[in-house]
């Protein structure tokens, strides 16, 4: 147990619909990262935030967005979404000056 | 811009053989690297990491790697790997600053023979 948690485990969600990712870190970690992996796509980096504030922005689509509450929690909101979004969400959390990154057991999107 | 190379995507070892999953990397300063392990299902469990000292590191699971900065390599080895070892493996680098994000290969798939 990585002491990340995310809700839900699976989501199965139409076309067109809007869902949200939710995510708590290991306790005293200020930084969470948000990841999607796919089959044909792999591991990509999503978005970062630390303390509240994005901080780094990888391959994330603008119907993506996120934010990191002041209890830390992080929500990633998908919208508008395609059948290509289907994948594994996973959110990872980190202390400060420490690179390395604990895994939650991710999200299942499956969009029909 | 920091990129990772992970040149196999799938290796079958047979139960009790050694193993060596490689790891390319490059970037413009001195790495953090990273191993992790993910389970069919599950999120990705960090075996080990490198920042800095001793080349050679061990990690959890029996699992090292060694850090070769002329090679820019940091290959991961078991020397007897068990059926439970089945699993995706994924080399990482990181900023040496607070909490920059890494860059994760793409994963090298590994398959254990009884």
């Keep these: 147990d990585s002491g990340v948690t995310q809700t839900p485990k699976h989501l199965i969600t139409a076309t067109g619909q809007r869902v949200t990712l939710r995510c708590s870190p290991r306790s005293g970690d200020l930084s969470v990262y948000w990841y999607q992996q796919s089959l044909d796509q792999g591991l990509q980096f999503l978005i970062q935030y630390y303390n509240g504030e994005e901080r780094a922005k990888g391959n994330i689509l603008e119907r993506f967005s996120a934010q990191q509450f002041p209890d830390l929690h992080s929500e990633l909101n998908l919208s508008s979404l395609e059948l290509g979004d289907s994948a594994l969400y996973f959110c990872a959390s980190s202390g400060r000056g420490a690179d390395e990154q604990y895994f939650g057991p991710g999200t299942r999107l499956t969009v029909t | ?114």
């Design chain 2, 1 to 114: 811009a920091q990129s990772v190379t992970q040149p196999d995507i799938h290796i079958t070892v047979s139960e009790g053989a050694s193993l060596e999953l490689r790891c390319n990397y490059s970037y413009g300063a001195t790495p953090y690297l990273f191993w992790y392990v993910q389970s069919p299902g599950q999120g990705l469990q960090l075996l080990l990491k490198y920042f800095s000292g001793d080349t050679l590191v061990q990690g959890i699971k029996g699992f090292e790697a060694e850090f070769k900065r002329s090679q820019s390599s940091f290959n991961l080895r078991k020397p007897s790997v068990h059926w439970s070892d089945a699993a995706e493996y994924f080399c990482a680098v990181g900023a040496s600053t607070n909490a920059g994000k890494s860059t994760f290969g793409d994963g090298t798939t590994l398959t254990v023979k009884p």
